[in-house]
């Protein structure tokens, strides 16, 4: 089994921003600047959000963090989107999601300059990765599709069965891999909470997007010999034997999974570190698109 390595994938595409950032500032012009608005202090929200500002230091963009109280208005966050959406400093943005229960997150998303866009939430954007048009894809699964391309995994016929359909990733994974693109012309089976004889379909999958956030929910007994499996789940199971108190889990228990297949991500290190390398990605493409 081969470890499709995502830190290490990460790693490589940050130094290559990095040589474009080098030859943005030996031209002149403005390095791409990229902000971030978390709401309320949720732990794993902290967390990623301030994983995506020191990897905007690493490879020399500017980024703003913007934090606001847990009791924030849905007007008060609006009013923030329309500053940064009229501030000509700031290439793109992103709102961390989930947002607290006062806001409605579909507003929020709506309100965003489609053009400062960077996660591709809003409708236009989400419309025009549909109709193939060039656009931002959305960070994860546009790390997925990096992922696959890099390691030169076979997606062309393929049987890929994504389990989850949220919006983040399950439906644009499977939206992108049907297509006719790299990475693509799978033949795509999306599996959800009411989906029957789950195992029949996963045991026919060649590709696996584990998308459910339920820790190491796919076993070995659901998976074929050689399966590619891209496990995007992440959560704290509690562990005491741990210092923090818990260890991170996939959507995929590694240790059964990993006898069958033949390439599998880790959890951490595997789908997490691509998600913050393509929203960087993205943010020198809006960059570009503004010059
Ligand atoms: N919450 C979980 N994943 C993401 C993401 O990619 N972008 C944002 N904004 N929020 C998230």
Redesign the pocket.
């Known amino acids: 089994m081969t470890i499709l390595d995502g830190k290490k994938t990460s790693n490589e595409i940050k130094e290559e921003i990095a040589e474009h950032v080098k030859s943005i500032i030996s031209k002149g012009k403005k390095v791409p600047h990229l902000a971030a608005v978390l709401v309320g202090s949720d732990g794993a ?1 902290m967390t ?1 959000v301030n994983a995506k500002v020191k990897a905007c230091q690493q490879i020399g963009f500017k980024s703003t963090l913007i934090e606001l109280p847990e009791y924030t208005s849905e007007a008060e966050l609006l009013e923030k989107i329309h500053e940064l959406n009229t501030n000509n400093d700031i290439d793109g943005f ?5 947002l607290p229960k006062q806001i409605d997150e579909q507003k929020v998303l709506l309100a965003i300059d489609p053009d400062k866009d960077v ?1 591709g ?1 809003h409708p236009t954007n989400v419309g025009k990765m549909t109709l193939d048009l060039p656009t931002f894809l ?3 699964p546009f790390g997925i599709i990096e992922l696959l391309e890099r390691y030169q995994i076979e997606t062309s016929g393929k049987n890929v069965v994504v389990m989850g359909r949220s919006h ?1 990733v399950g439906r644009p994974i499977s939206i992108l891999m049907s297509q006719k693109r790299q990475a693509g012309d799978a033949t795509v089976t999306v599996v959800h909470s009411r989906s029957k004889n789950l195992i029949e379909i996963t045991k026919k999958a060649d590709i696996i997007v584990a998308a459910i956030g339920i820790s190491e929910f796919l076993t070995g007994d659901m998976v074929k010999e050689d399966v590619v499996i891209i496990d995007v789940g992440i959560t704290r199971v509690p562990d005491a034997t741990k210092k923090k108190g818990y260890r991170l889990a996939g959507d995929v228990h590694f240790e059964s999974v990993s006898q069958k297949a033949s390439y599998m991500t880790p959890v951490p290190g595997g789908v997490g570190p691509m ?1 913050i390398a393509m929203l960087l990605k993205n943010t020198l493409l809006a960059r570009k698109r503004h010059l």
């Open positions: 929200s990623y992103i709102v961390q999601l989930p996660d939430f959305p960070a994860t983040i998600t």
